[in-house]
């Protein structure tokens, strides 16, 4: 009898070990962390949310969604928490309680994704395929409740320190003013916007000390009357080069274009388009690293936290130094000074030229790639192809990156310099985030 009730015991047992493995294949699956974030990018291109403000929906996101691994595996990954001066620490997961952490990383993802994104909401049908996964695998009833209760508050923790971060504050502050200048920035055909976000230099960054801490020189001063002047010779290569792109020069323009709402005109016709912002390009790089170097789910939720971090604080920065510098772009001083039927070959976006955008945060983000997945990795880049636009293949992040900013001189929206310079000051952010962000314990 008593053999007989310990062949049963082992059968349970054995029955049980696999439904836990089962349900843990799909839970813990580093796939479905990227099928998430590309989630949420999906839904951050659906509702025009412009480039700074996405980089805030993935970093919160993200930094959610790391706290609860973190706290998980204590002595594989530490806490954001003090790293990130202003982070207060995530409450302990309760002991004696089952907790598929992975499973929780995924829902507080998605529960913060949710709160940041409008319209707020936008994730629950999402978040209840999850849920539905993760009972469909077996996961037992106990452990989703406590991955479920746990994941909520770790979330709610995140999105109340999200709240002091100067974003609500800067919804009300005051309006650009546009001042008619030689040499200062105007909007620009064929939307004439006002200025995109020039509070954004406001927002609490995560690693940088502040916006101002990674300087930039002056620009060349505006002169269009010697033709010997570096800015003179900045515009007419501009042109000049828009004039004679080749075949490939038009690819890389179009493949970073990255317009998260692009006005098309038509004759009397007007519609929008819709693509990726940048850094939603670069959460689709980051998810590409992570399938190519086979990495476990801790690993990539790492990799996509440090960059979308590197990300936030590029696109303070930047948009710090691009309000202070109040530089016009190319398309400007051409259609005034030298020829007015000509356009860039990519519309140009509505704030100020220097620094270039794309230079600062494909630097910023390529360093904290090459710093998880190595350098000198190569991959090819095919998360344009749902625009039509056909795949690149790069040597490395770095390589990419650079070549994100020389597509912005080729695009016809920036002058070289601007785009020379935001790549040195988007290297200097991704090598601080790497320094001073240590999540990983070795």
Same mark, same amino acid.
């Given at each position: 009898?008593?053999?007989?009730?310990?062949?049963?015991?082992?059968?349970?047992?054995?029955?049980?070990?696999?439904?836990?493995?089962?349900?843990?294949?799909?839970?813990?699956?580093?796939?479905?962390?990227?099928?998430?974030?590309?989630?949420?990018?999906?839904?951050?291109?659906?509702?025009?949310?412009?480039?700074?403000?996405?980089?805030?929906?993935?970093?919160?996101?993200?930094?959610?969604?790391?706290?609860?691994?973190? $706290?998980?595996?204590?002595?594989?990954?530490?806490?954001?928490?003090?790293?990130?001066?202003?982070?207060?620490?995530?409450?302990?997961?309760?002991?004696?309680?089952?907790?598929?952490?992975?499973?929780?990383?995924?829902?507080?993802?998605?529960?913060?994704?949710?709160?940041?994104?409008?319209?707020?909401?936008?994730?629950?049908?999402?978040?209840?395929?999850?849920?539905?996964?993760?009972?469909?695998?077996?996961?037992?009833?106990?452990?989703?409740?406590?991955?479920?209760?746990?994941?909520?508050?770790?979330?709610?923790?995140?999105?109340?320190?999200?709240?002091?971060?100067?974003?609500?504050?800067?919804?009300?502050?005051?309006?650009?003013?546009?001042?008619?200048?030689?040499?200062?920035?105007?909007?620009?055909?064929?939307?004439?916007?006002?200025?995109?976000?020039?509070?954004?230099?406001?927002?609490?960054?995560?690693?940088?000390?502040?916006?101002?801490?990674?300087?930039?020189?002056?620009?060349?001063?505006?002169?269009?009357?010697?033709?010997?002047?570096?800015?003179?010779?900045?515009?007419?290569?501009?042109?000049?080069?828009?004039?004679?792109?080749?075949?490939?020069?038009?690819?890389?323009?179009?493949?970073?274009?990255?317009?998260?709402?692009?006005?098309?005109?038509?004759?009397?016709?007007?519609?929008?388009?819709?693509?990726?912002?940048?850094?939603?390009?670069?959460?689709?790089? $980051?998810?590409?690293?992570?399938?190519?170097?086979?990495?476990?789910?801790?690993?990539?939720?790492?990799?996509?936290?440090?960059?979308?971090?590197?990300?936030?604080?590029?696109?303070?920065?930047?948009?710090?130094?691009?309000?202070?510098?109040?530089?016009?772009?190319?398309?400007?001083?051409?259609?005034?000074?030298?020829?007015?039927?000509?356009?860039?070959?990519?519309?140009?976006?509505?704030?100020?030229?220097?620094?270039?955008?794309?230079?600062?945060?494909?630097?910023?983000?390529?360093?904290?790639?090459?710093?998880?997945?190595?350098?000198?990795?190569?991959?090819?880049?095919?998360?344009?192809?749902?625009?039509?636009?056909?795949?690149?293949?790069?040597?490395?992040?770095?390589?990419?990156?650079?070549?994100?900013?020389?597509?912005?001189?080729?695009?016809?929206?920036?002058?070289?310099?601007?785009?020379?310079?935001?790549?040195?000051?988007?290297?200097?952010?991704?090598?601080?985030?790497?320094?001073?962000?240590?999540?990983?314990?070795?």
């Amino acid at each position: 009898m008593n053999r007989f009730l310990l062949l049963i015991a082992g059968v349970i047992l054995v029955f049980t070990s696999c439904k836990k493995a089962d349900y843990q294949k799909v839970t813990h699956d580093p796939e479905l962390y990227r099928v998430t974030v590309k989630k949420l990018n999906d839904i951050v291109l659906e509702n025009n949310f412009p480039p700074v403000i996405a980089s805030r929906n993935y970093v919160y996101a993200n930094i959610a969604a790391y706290e609860v691994i973190a $706290a998980g595996d204590p002595q594989h990954y530490r806490s954001l928490a003090g790293q990130i001066k202003h982070l207060p620490a995530a409450p302990k997961p309760e002991q004696g309680k089952e907790i598929d952490f992975q499973f929780a990383s995924l829902l507080s993802f998605c529960f913060v994704g949710n709160a940041v994104t409008f319209p707020e909401g936008s994730m629950f049908s999402y978040i209840d395929e999850l849920k539905k996964k993760a009972k469909d695998a077996g996961m037992p009833s106990d452990v989703f409740k406590n991955s479920v209760a746990y994941s909520d508050t770790v979330a709610k923790h995140i999105l109340k320190w999200s709240k002091k971060d100067h974003y609500a504050q800067t919804r009300s502050a005051s309006k650009y003013t546009v001042t008619r200048k030689d040499g200062r920035w105007i909007p620009t055909p064929p939307m004439y916007a006002q200025a995109l976000e020039p509070h954004w230099g406001e927002i609490r960054p995560m690693v940088l000390d502040s916006a101002s801490q990674i300087p930039a020189p002056e620009p060349p001063p505006y002169n269009m009357t010697d033709k010997n002047s570096v800015f003179y010779k900045s515009v007419m290569e501009v042109k000049q080069l828009g004039d004679s792109l080749t075949a490939d020069q038009k690819h890389m323009a179009d493949f970073w274009d990255d317009n998260a709402f692009k006005m098309n005109v038509v004759g009397h016709a007007m519609f929008a388009t819709k693509k990726f912002g940048p850094a939603g390009h670069w959460m689709n790089i $980051a998810g590409i690293g992570s399938k190519m170097k086979n990495a476990d789910f801790g690993t990539t939720v790492v990799a996509y936290t440090q960059a979308s971090i590197a990300l936030f604080d590029a696109f303070i920065n930047c948009w710090y130094v691009k309000y202070k510098a109040n530089s016009v772009r190319p398309e400007t001083v051409i259609t005034k000074l030298i020829d007015p039927d000509w356009r860039p070959r990519i519309q140009t976006p509505p704030f100020p030229e220097y620094i270039s955008g794309h230079a600062v945060i494909s630097a910023a983000a390529a360093e904290t790639l090459t710093h998880n997945f190595g350098d000198n990795m190569a991959y090819t880049d095919a998360s344009e192809s749902e625009f039509g636009i056909p795949a690149r293949t790069f040597t490395s992040f770095r390589a990419a990156a650079q070549e994100a900013a020389l597509s912005r001189v080729y695009g016809g929206i920036h002058y070289k310099n601007a785009c020379i310079i935001g790549s040195m000051s988007g290297r200097k952010i991704g090598q601080l985030v790497n320094e001073r962000l240590k999540l990983k314990i070795k």
